[in-house]
Nanobody, 123 residues
Framework: VQLQASGGGLVQAGGSLRLACAAS????????MGWFRQAPGKEREFVAAIRWSGGSTYYADSVKGRFAISRDNAKNTVYLQMNSLKPEDTAVYYC?????????????????WGQGTLVTVSS
């Protein structure tokens, strides 16, 4: 499984960004795709996840109502639309893939990871 994250950048507080995670290497219909983030000096934390088949979505409380995860089956790509960004959203964002349907918010359940993309939100 290969994952390529993109779309990070510098944005002002209140702005929006859309991250993309292009997946390749196998059929992903049985996968859960997740987004995690890691701020400087902090542990990696769960942001959002989506079941490739069926499209069920899950969010961390800190981003619920502001972020939206989605997938494009034809492009094998998962997106994270981030709105109303706050300085505390600043982090390196990683996409990840797993075949586990439980513990989707636990990073140890994800064996495959992309390289990360930096999101910086200025105040």
């Amino acid at each position: 499984v290969q994952l390529q994250a993109s779309g990070g950048g510098l944005v002002q507080a209140g702005g929006s960004l859309r991250l993309a995670c292009a997946a390749s290497g196998r059929t992903f219909s049985s996968y859960v795709m997740g987004w995690f983030r890691q701020a400087p000096g902090k542990e990696r934390e769960f942001v959002a996840a989506i079941r490739w088949s069926g499209g069920s979505t899950y969010y961390a409380d800190s981003v619920k109502g502001r972020f939206a995860i989605s997938r494009d089956n034809a492009k094998n790509t998962v997106y994270l639309q981030m709105n109303s960004l706050k300085p505390e959203d600043t982090a390196v964002y990683y996409c990840a893939a797993t075949t586990y349907y439980t513990d989707y918010d636990r990073s140890f359940r994800y064996p495959s990871w992309g390289q990360g993309t930096l999101v910086t939100v200025s105040s």
